[in-house]
RNA sequence: GGAGGGAUGGCUGAGCGGUUGAAAGCACUGGUCUUGAAAACCAGCAUGGGUUAACGCCCAUCCAGGGUUCGAAUCCCUGUCCCUCCGCCA
């Protein structure tokens, strides 16, 4: 959510910005509505105000043994008035609610320009694709061809967009999970963390997948509104809701399953493991002080990348445009990692900042040690990484002609020493 | 699933329907004292919102949402979460 305060005093500047990113805010609507508020505000608080002042005077009459009769006939049609005035303003409040949780944040300055995807800037690219003396298979084929790798038996155990892997191939993905909580842990100095699959809405709310995009979640049919985690992100971002904090920065790892319906993305990455309703993914969460959030998403990113550059997987690191950031995010880069299946580069990591976005929708403050007065957190997050398309990397990267699939170096100790996949 | 008990400020924990935003203790901050520290003593110390140039003033909040009442932390209803016991169970 974006701070109330910043849209009632810089209105023209807020809609600029949102502008940047493709979204009209409806100035009128919102300053209709603002004023709404503030007028049903100041009357109510005035009315509560009359109401108080006299029924504390009931009070000491009463105390005191005195007749209060004329009082209490001052104060009789106060509380029809009070009650039309209060249902005005929740009403009001609610309206306005509604529409502040369905605006995107800014984007930030060193966000760039654009509209989409093709407006994407290329920040840095690590690594060059490797060259190939035969014909290149993509990861659908070579983990059929091993036998591994079955979408078949997955769309009969469920439906499309689900897989089954056996051996190497599933002890490949169970080493990948390892090795990427081992590397943030012991060398990035992030705190392991698991936490629950299923979330409730405020949850959702306070990282802002809800209220706009619940067409993308998988709800559980249950007493309860829950949901199964699209990303990690939820359930641990959401650990400092409605708290203060007393120590900063906090990091966090998390290896889940994530779950997305993937509804409106039909007929996009039909073949293999690309887009599944469901995958595994390490997640990195950092909570720190606002003025320290830009150096934390480089760090970040950072912390990403390395993933990929012990896997030896050549990628590039993308800064996406305003028009392309998710909508809590200020600021993003993308990790896409070289697929010689495909011949292109493909999406593997996503790293944003989104400043107080979530953390005012979750009120997770820390207490400032100078003023002593609690502030909103900043709030980061980004894959570190994707362990499914990871996956697909590893098999199309380090393909071998016979269709058989080498082990990265630094995977074999968690493959108790196994060197090829065959 | 059955039967009980509970939820109060950063923490612990009092609180008859009426100057209770809330006792007390701890923690924290400042001061006195001390060469310094500790101890002792004194003072301050909730959160959100409205309004204001500012000092300030005002409103709300004692799990959440309704209700009773001139007035609710306190009474009633519903929900959520936690604890204890019984049953079931990976």
């Not at 009357?43 to 509560?48: F, I, K, V």
């Not at 009070?82 to 309206?95: C, D, G, I, N, R």
């Not at 035969?134 to 078949?152: K, N, Q, S």
């Not at 998710?326 to 900042?353: H, M």
Request: with cysteine.
């Amino acid at each position: 959510m974006l701070d109330p305060k910043l849209l009632r005093h810089q209105l023209e500047f807020c809609q600029q910005q949102l502008a940047r990113r493709g979204f009209q805010l409806d100035v009128e609507k919102f300053s209709t509505l603002e004023n709404q508020r503030k007028a049903l505000q100041v009357r109510t608080q005035a009315l509560q105000k009359e109401r108080n002042a006299k029924s504390k005077a009931i009070g000491q009459a009463k105390a005191k043994g005195e007749d209060a009769s004329d009082i209490l006939a001052a104060v009789a049609d106060l509380g029809d008035q009070l009650k039309a005035a209060e249902e005005q303003l929740h009403a009001v409040q609610a309206e306005l609610n509604a529409l502040l949780m369905g605006i995107p944040n800014l984007p930030h300055a060193t966000t760039p320009d654009g509209e989409n995807e093709e407006d994407n800037q290329e920040v840095r690219r690590w690594g060059e694709p490797r060259q190939f003396d035969f014909e290149v298979r993509d990861h659908v084929d070579i983990g059929e061809g091993l036998g591994l790798l079955d979408f078949e038996t997955a769309a009969k155990i469920t439906g499309s967009r689900f897989a089954v892997m056996h051996g190497g191939i599933a002890r490949l993905h169970r080493a990948l999970i390892q090795f990427m909580l081992d590397l943030h842990t012991q060398e990035h100095g992030y705190s392991e963390t698991c936490v629950p699959f299923i979330v409730n809405a405020d949850s959702l709310r306070g990282t802002g997948q809800l209220p706009k995009f619940e067409e993308d979640l998988f709800k559980l049919y249950h007493e309860h509104d829950y949901y199964l985690i699209p990303t990690a992100e939820v359930p641990v971002t959401n650990i400092v809701r409605d708290t203060i904090l007393e120590k900063m920065p906090c990091r966090f790892v998390s290896h889940t399953p994530c779950f997305r319906s993937e509804a409106g993305s039909y007929g996009k990455d039909t073949r293999g493991m690309i887009r599944q309703h469901q995958f595994e993914k390490v997640e990195l969460v950092q909570v720190v002080k606002p003025e320290d959030s830009y150096q934390a998403l480089e760090e970040l990113t950072a912390h990403a990348e390395e993933v990929l550059k012990r896997l030896k997987l050549p990628f590039r690191t993308m800064a996406l445009c305003a028009g392309d950031i998710g909508f809590s995010s200020a600021k993003t880069y993308d990790l896409e990692v070289w697929l010689p299946g495909q011949n292109k580069y493909r999406e593997i990591s996503s790293c944003s900042n989104f400043e107080a976005f979530q953390a005012r929708r979750m009120k997770a403050r820390f207490r400032n040690p100078e003023s002593g007065k609690p502030e909103l957190v900043h709030t980061l997050n980004g894959s570190g990484l994707a362990v499914g398309r990871t996956l697909v990397a590893i098999m199309e990267n380090y393909q071998q002609k016979n269709g058989s699939v080498q082990v990265p170096e630094v995977l074999q100790p968690y493959m108790g020493g196994v060197s090829i996949i065959e």
